[in-house]
């Protein structure tokens, strides 16, 4: 399963990684892309939205 979001906060590639990492970490997360210019988060496989946040908490970056 594909989902398409929205991500507030990433501006350089530094902010891309961090949620990369973080996201990539999740159970059954299978690829992670940030798009910067349309701040948009597309995550792969069977996770739901509040997990992504929630593994979000510690940084400044919020999906809507």
Do not use: F, P
Request: aromatic share 4%; hydrophobic share 35%; charged share 30%.
């Amino acid at each position: 399963m594909k989902n398409t979001y929205n991500i507030e906060g990433v501006k350089c590639g530094g902010c891309v990684a961090t949620v990369k990492d973080k996201l990539s970490k999740l159970e059954n997360v299978d690829s992670v892309e940030v798009n910067i210019q349309e701040k948009t988060l597309t995550v792969e496989g069977d996770v739901a939205k509040e997990s992504l946040q929630a593994a979000l908490s510690d940084t400044k970056y919020k999906i809507n």
